[in-house]
């Protein structure tokens, strides 16, 4: 359900600048990573973040540069968010060895060790259970971590999460799951694969603390981060987010969206967040139209500029098959 935002401005200009910087790259990325799938460029899968970067802006500001994030296939804008070179991000689409993960990736597989990105992964609900995982991995060495682990509405309905729910909740870890809500799994509503209609529902049967969140709002998913962070820092163990957020574009660039109305689309296009920040900036004239126009070609030219590095890299080369799989410092009997 669409809401009216909270017009309380808790936080400063520059946050509110930084937003605006880091949901119109994330948004202009993804439009030209359409454009370019397209044009075919890169095959395989891609999946668009277009509609939904309140949501990472929110979780940047409140999280730690050490917190750990992992999430599903629809992956581009976590790296960029986080930091990422997005030339990096851009060779990766395009398979080059200069990519994040070496060219043999893709799409859905983005990762980021200096960041703390566990990935993209594109089995379903794939990453539930990992994301507990690298969550139990920091309390036993009593590091002061929290892990973010994203997910659709589509992948809570796998029976990893309610494994993951019930062991996260026995053993406290400081892991907060989060439903990126856009309403759809692929083609279908959330209300047609549930009577549950609020998903922060999902975790009552645990006793693990729950709440929706306006996904629209950068304001309002950073505060829920920022309580569900305290919470797992504190050892009380995980909090369930259902943010509800929406896609702008289809579940995929092959998804006609023949299953929702214009209308739909149009009432939720009208609390884009990107439009909300911006008008943010001017109203309390902390940047100017000028500004912000200065802002959005840098933005532009350092796409082309990721596109041009993606294009002009190197393919990978038929040893790396061989490499990368197994690592002698894990597996000393493995011989060159």
């Avoid at 969206?257 to 009208?270: M, P």
């Avoid at 900036?281 to 840098?298: G, P, S, Y």
């Amino acid at each position: 359900m669409a809401k009216k935002k909270d017009t309380k401005l808790a936080h400063s200009k520059d946050v509110y600048k930084r937003w605006f910087k880091d949901m119109y790259l994330m948004r202009k990325f993804e439009e030209k990573c359409g454009q370019l799938y397209i044009q075919q460029k890169f095959g395989g899968f891609c999946h668009l973040y277009i509609g939904q970067e309140a949501v990472l802006s929110g979780m940047q500001e409140a999280l730690k540069p050490s917190d750990r994030v992992i999430t599903a296939y629809r992956d581009h804008a976590h790296p960029l968010v986080l930091g990422t070179d997005p030339k990096v991000v851009m060779a990766e689409l395009y398979g080059k060895v200069t990519g994040s993960s070496k060219g043999k990736g893709g799409s859905m597989h983005m990762f980021d060790k200096e960041r703390n990105l566990f990935g993209g992964h594109g089995i379903v609900g794939g990453q539930i259970g990992l994301g507990a995982g690298i969550a139990f991995a920091d309390k036993y060495r009593n590091e002061d971590h929290v892990t973010i682990c994203f997910m659709g509405d589509g992948a809570a309905r796998q029976g990893m999460l309610h494994e993951t729910f019930n062991m996260s909740m026995i053993w406290k870890l400081p892991v907060i799951f989060v439903i990126e809500n856009n309403q759809y799994a692929m083609g279908t509503s959330v209300k047609r694969t549930t009577n549950v209609h609020d998903l922060s529902k999902m975790g009552d049967s645990y006793d693990m603390p729950s709440e929706t969140v306006d996904g629209m709002s950068p304001e309002a998913v950073c505060a829920a981060i920022q309580r569900a962070a305290e919470r797992g820092r504190k050892g009380d163990g995980p909090t369930l987010l259902n943010i509800e957020t929406y896609r702008y574009k289809g579940h995929s660039m092959s998804d006609p969206q023949k299953y929702r109305s214009k209308d739909e689309v149009k009432t939720f296009q009208d609390l884009d967040p990107i439009t909300y920040v911006r008008n943010i900036l001017l109203e309390n004239k902390w940047m100017t139209e000028a500004q912000l126009k200065t802002v959005e070609k840098k933005v532009k030219i350092t796409i082309e500029e990721a596109v041009t590095f993606a294009e002009e890299s190197p393919k990978p080369e038929a040893h790396e098959l061989y490499e990368d799989v197994y690592t002698q410092e894990d597996y000393p009997y493995v011989k060159d």
